[in-house]
């Protein structure tokens, strides 16, 4: 296992003047494991909150499911919700969803509302009410996964965690790890930096909340980086055609309306947008990321991704939610540490 020990100093560094409040870091570099915990995880094992980083086990999930019903792909979001019939959203289809270009971004979504009313405010939603036009690329926080877990449900025709972990966690060596339920959450809560001092985060619904240790969201990066395969037991989770398209750039070159930058977006995953400023683009994968990476990031806390160019998977939790300029700054020096230590 790589020492890290620049990196590791940095992180600890951080504990004391209150960076952040606990760190996981898992991944494997050139095929060799790594990982690093410390703080308020007091074991790499630990489940931590991922947030938005666990948004492509949805994506995945919903490509494997169009394998079996591929005629389902281009059908509009009414012929599954008719609950959503004659509305802005009822026309689009999946692709609006995984690509962030709806016009629609429900960022204050209460998804502990009842299913009807969620309904309801979805099928009201139009693209002026959020000063956006119809195709309009923004990221959607809320709304759109919310639907797609809905839209797994019914196909599947079994509850969207169940789904998502047979056909995707188990399959892709991370089993261990799950969505937030009522009477089941992270072992470590995330915290949020509030008037001088660290306090714990709100709750957050299932489709928000992905959990488990760094070390399991890094296997799932690597079997997706190995093609789909699980790399040790040769399991699949999507065909080659369907990785193609996953990791097709569908959104790019243009500016993202909530990130307020250029970002490029294949079907529910976020890909290397380094070309449009590598100091200023959010939630990337490190200065020296090739184009070849994808990941995703988890709200002002965290990073999954994998970079085919140099063999290297990353799940990094940081155990604090700060403001988005010094969390992309934070995580950004962070990773460009690492990636020098691993080069």
């Not at 989770?237 to 309306?257: A, N, P, T, V, Y």
């Amino acid at each position: 296992m790589p020492e890290l020990a620049h990196t590791r100093r940095l992180l600890e560094e951080g504990l004391g003047t209150r960076r952040w409040n606990g760190f996981s870091l898992a991944g494997f570099s050139r095929g060799v494991f790594f990982s690093v915990a410390g703080g308020k995880v007091s074991r790499p094992e630990a489940s931590v909150c991922w947030y938005s980083a666990g948004k492509p086990v949805f994506s995945v999930g919903v490509l494997a499911l169009l394998e079996q019903k591929p005629e389902l792909w281009e059908l509009p979001l009414h012929e599954t919700f008719p609950e959503l019939a004659g509305s802005h959203l009822g026309k689009l289809s999946l692709f609006s969803i995984l690509t962030h270009q709806t016009g629609l971004r429900f960022s204050q979504l209460d998804l502990f509302a009842p299913t009807r009313v969620i309904f309801q405010i979805l099928s009201e939603a139009k693209p002026s009410d959020f000063q956006l036009q119809t195709g309009q690329p923004a990221y959607d926080p809320r709304g759109g996964w919310w639907l797609l877990g809905q839209w797994l449900e019914r196909h599947a025709r079994r509850p969207w965690q169940d789904y998502l972990h047979e056909a995707v966690l188990e399959p892709a060596g991370c089993g261990e790890m799950f969505f937030t339920q009522k009477n089941r959450s992270a072992e470590i809560p995330m915290e949020e930096w509030m008037t001088n001092r660290w306090e714990r985060a709100p709750e957050m619904p299932e489709q928000g909340n992905l959990c488990g240790s760094s070390a399991d969201l890094a296997r799932f990066y690597r079997t997706l980086m190995a093609g789909g395969i699980h790399p040790d037991t040769g399991q699949r989770i999507l065909r080659q055609d369907s990785m193609q398209k996953f990791l097709h750039r569908w959104r790019e070159g243009r500016k993202d309306l909530t990130f307020l930058h250029p970002v490029d977006f294949g079907l529910g995953i976020i890909l290397d947008s380094n070309r449009y400023g590598i100091s200023t683009v959010p939630y990337g994968f490190g200065d020296a990321s090739s184009d070849r990476a994808f990941g995703h990031g988890g709200s002002r806390s965290s990073i999954a991704f994998a970079d085919p160019s140099v063999d290297l998977v990353v799940a990094f939790c940081l155990i604090g939610q700060v403001s988005e300029p010094r969390h992309q700054t934070r995580m950004r020096e962070l990773l460009n540490l690492l990636r020098s230590e691993l080069a």
